[in-house]
């Protein structure tokens, strides 16, 4: 059967184009997978399997998939990860592109493999109501830490405290960032889970106790410069307050994936971890959707809902 393939591609300078694709007979070991939901920020989809020649993936299984922006895509088992086994029928299959996806996957990775982090301790995590740090907040509550989140609206504040931050602040109404994260916790930050960068990360790393823990886990206040930023740089704080500053990238740990992801699900489920998603409807809004993110429109996890 011949199916139609919409797909966006992106041009210099953030161009786009949409293109018909008429598609072929499948080849052997591959399967035709369509879009169910689609992660705005990267090419991630939670997907259904709709034709196959891989006994792997049978039709009608559900997929998470790293492939373009396009509705329809044949892949071999390289490009797919099947979802949990036993996925509960009340829970959506947008969280396999959210709390109980690649985002989940993240927080823990962050807080348990990069910070450590430990009972008692107080934990800094900005872009806070995004899909990353709303879980990371919670994760490091479940653990007994005191959290503090900054975040770029009023609601997205306000949602905060219902997730159960300690502090919760507006980063763009404040008249100092150095006061509010001093008010917010006047003896310093044990760790800080870093989304942001740029010039508010000088500041939150000054605000680091002696021996502070940061983990790296974006840098999404850059991604769209066209001129890298420069300084002030960060070796003199980091040196005097003797900090340990660790990069990572979610993929580091694929062993302890499907045991993070149970326990993912089991705190949804317990509603230990609560999860917002911010959803747009028809693929063909997604550059809109996409912009929106890095506007900071949305409350948790940016998803297109096909
Ligand atoms: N290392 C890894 O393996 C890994 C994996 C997944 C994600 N990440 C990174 O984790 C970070 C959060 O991802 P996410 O999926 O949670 O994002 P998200 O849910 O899509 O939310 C992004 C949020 O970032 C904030 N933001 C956007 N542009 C900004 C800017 N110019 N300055 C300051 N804040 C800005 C906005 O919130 P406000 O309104 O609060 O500003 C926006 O809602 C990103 O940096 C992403 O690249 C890393």
């Given at each position: 059967?011949?199916?139609?393939?919409?797909?966006?591609?992106?041009?210099?300078?953030?161009?786009?184009?949409?293109?018909?694709?008429?598609?072929?007979?499948?080849?052997?070991?591959?399967?035709?997978?369509?879009?169910?939901?689609?992660?705005?920020?990267?090419?991630?989809?939670?997907?259904?399997?709709?034709?196959?020649?891989?006994?792997?993936?049978?039709?009608?299984?559900?997929?998470?998939?790293?492939?373009?922006?396009?509705?329809?895509?044949?892949?071999?088992?390289?490009?797919?990860?099947?979802?949990?086994?036993?996925?509960?029928?009340?829970?959506?299959?947008?969280?396999?592109?959210?709390?109980?996806?690649?985002?989940?996957?993240?927080?823990?990775?962050?807080?348990?493999?990069?910070?450590?982090?430990?009972?008692?301790?107080?934990?800094?995590?900005?872009?806070?109501?995004?899909?990353?740090?709303?879980?990371?907040?919670?994760?490091?509550?479940i653990k007994g830490c005191k959290v503090v989140g900054s975040a770029g609206s009023d609601a997205k504040v306000a949602y905060l405290k219902e997730l159960g931050f300690d502090v919760a602040f507006n980063y763009k109404t404040v008249d100092s960032l150095e006061e509010a994260l001093k008010t917010a916790s006047p003896e310093g930050y044990d760790c800080f889970f870093e989304n942001v960068g740029g010039p508010s990360s000088t500041v939150a790393l000054q605000q680091m106790k002696d021996f502070g823990r940061i983990a790296v886990?974006?840098?999404?206040?850059?991604?769209?410069?066209?001129?890298?930023?420069?300084?002030?740089?960060?070796?003199?704080?980091?040196?005097?307050?003797?900090?340990?500053?660790?990069g990572f990238m979610q993929n580091r740990w694929p062993h302890k994936n499907e045991e993070t992801l149970k326990r993912l699900m089991a705190w949804v489920k317990e509603g230990k971890v609560k999860c917002r998603e911010h959803v747009t409807k028809g693929f063909e809004n997604m550059p809109a959707a996409f912009m929106g993110m890095l506007q900071g429109e949305n409350i948790g996890k940016a998803i297109i809902a096909v």
């Amino acid at each position: 059967m011949n199916h139609t393939s919409l797909k966006f591609t992106l041009a210099p300078h953030f161009r786009i184009s949409k293109l018909a694709v008429k598609l072929q007979i499948l080849p052997a070991g591959t399967c035709l997978i369509t879009l169910r939901f689609l992660m705005t920020f990267l090419s991630v989809f939670s997907c259904r399997v709709i034709q196959s020649k891989n006994e792997a993936f049978p039709v009608g299984s559900h997929v998470v998939a790293y492939c373009g922006w396009r509705s329809h895509t044949v892949c071999d088992e390289k490009g797919l990860i099947p979802i949990i086994a036993a996925w509960p029928k009340d829970i959506s299959l947008s969280l396999a592109l959210g709390t109980v996806g690649m985002p989940g996957l993240t927080a823990v990775y962050g807080l348990e493999e990069i910070l450590e982090l430990k009972q008692g301790e107080t934990l800094l995590v900005n872009a806070a109501a995004g899909a990353v740090g709303s879980v990371v907040g919670q994760i490091a509550k479940i653990k007994g830490c005191k959290v503090v989140g900054s975040a770029g609206s009023d609601a997205k504040v306000a949602y905060l405290k219902e997730l159960g931050f300690d502090v919760a602040f507006n980063y763009k109404t404040v008249d100092s960032l150095e006061e509010a994260l001093k008010t917010a916790s006047p003896e310093g930050y044990d760790c800080f889970f870093e989304n942001v960068g740029g010039p508010s990360s000088t500041v939150a790393l000054q605000q680091m106790k002696d021996f502070g823990r940061i983990a790296v886990c974006g840098n999404i206040s850059t991604y769209n410069d066209t001129a890298p930023q420069t300084g002030p740089y960060p070796q003199m704080v980091i040196l005097m307050k003797q900090l340990k500053m660790e990069g990572f990238m979610q993929n580091r740990w694929p062993h302890k994936n499907e045991e993070t992801l149970k326990r993912l699900m089991a705190w949804v489920k317990e509603g230990k971890v609560k999860c917002r998603e911010h959803v747009t409807k028809g693929f063909e809004n997604m550059p809109a959707a996409f912009m929106g993110m890095l506007q900071g429109e949305n409350i948790g996890k940016a998803i297109i809902a096909v």
